[in-house]
């Protein structure tokens, strides 16, 4: 049901993005702070939905079509606001359009597989992405900005976070990858038939596709 407490946790993650564009916008310091606090207690989320849906038994289809839309609307959302606001360098912006275009892939290899009942492994590979990407675009609504209020104005808080959203793009690349020929071995038809397991720690099933 919506209602359950795991799907409440997902739509929270759509719910803290307006309050993310308002503090985003306003470029203050304490502005950015709170920009960075509402992002990484919403992608925290992503994993106590899953947890709760398993402990309960509340795994839905509603949970699984929400999931990944809530995960890429607050990624996409953060990476424009960065890159529109002016909070990315040439360096940064690169990776953020690795970033934005692999989602738009997997979204659409996503549509087709699910006609087929595909299912993929959730790979460690996939969540050190998911880690670094959420890290990276936290640190960067943080920003230098932001530092001093937490202690760390002597941190180039922002060149780490675009180090950051550079591993993550490199990740995003690799994940991407093995996605798209899992799509291709079916469009050719050699892929093997696809595994019935038990659900994810993103309230998914785990033969679901890559986050």
Same mark, same amino acid.
């Given at each position: 049901?919506?209602?359950?407490?795991?799907?409440?946790?997902?739509?929270?993650?759509?719910? *803290?993005?307006?309050?993310?564009?308002?503090?985003?916008?306003?470029?203050?310091?304490?502005?950015?702070?709170?920009?960075?606090?509402?992002?990484?207690?919403?992608?925290?989320?992503?994993?106590?939905?899953?947890?709760?849906?398993?402990?309960?038994?509340?795994?839905?289809?509603?949970?699984?079509?929400?999931?990944?839309?809530?995960?890429?609307?607050?990624?996409?959302?953060?990476?424009?606001?960065?890159? $529109?606001?002016?909070?990315?360098?040439?360096?940064?912006?690169?990776?953020?359009?690795?970033?934005?275009?692999?989602?738009?892939?997997?979204?659409?290899?996503?549509?087709?597989?699910?006609?087929?009942?595909?299912?993929?492994?959730?790979?460690?590979?996939?969540?050190?992405?998911?880690?670094?990407?959420?890290? *990276?675009?936290?640190?960067?609504?943080?920003?230098?900005?932001?530092?001093?209020?937490?202690?760390? $104005?002597?941190?180039?808080?922002?060149?780490?976070?675009?180090?950051?959203?550079?591993?993550?793009?490199?990740?995003?690349?690799?994940? $991407?990858?093995?996605?798209?020929?899992?799509?291709?071995?079916?469009?050719? $038809?050699?892929?093997?038939?696809?595994?019935?397991?038990?659900?994810?720690?993103?309230?998914?099933?785990?033969?679901?596709?890559?986050?």
């Amino acid at each position: 049901m919506p209602t359950d407490l795991p799907n409440l946790l997902t739509l929270s993650r759509i719910a *803290a993005i307006p309050l993310l564009v308002v503090f985003a916008a306003i470029r203050e310091p304490w502005a950015d702070l709170a920009a960075c606090i509402i992002f990484s207690v919403a992608a925290i989320t992503d994993y106590f939905d899953g947890k709760l849906a398993r402990s309960r038994k509340q795994i839905s289809d509603f949970g699984r079509m929400l999931d990944p839309i809530a995960d890429k609307l607050l990624v996409g959302a953060a990476l424009m606001l960065l890159a $529109g606001m002016g909070r990315l360098t040439d360096f940064g912006l690169f990776p953020a359009i690795v970033i934005m275009l692999r989602e738009i892939l997997v979204s659409g290899l996503r549509e087709y597989l699910a006609g087929l009942s595909l299912g993929l492994p959730v790979t460690k590979l996939a969540k050190w992405k998911t880690g670094f990407q959420m890290g *990276a675009l936290g640190t960067l609504l943080a920003g230098d900005s932001a530092a001093p209020l937490v202690g760390l $104005g002597w941190l180039p808080v922002s060149l780490i976070g675009e180090l950051m959203l550079w591993t993550a793009a490199v990740l995003t690349l690799l994940t $991407g990858w093995d996605y798209l020929q899992a799509g291709l071995r079916h469009v050719t $038809g050699t892929a093997t038939p696809p595994r019935d397991v038990p659900g994810d720690p993103g309230g998914q099933p785990a033969q679901t596709p890559l986050h």
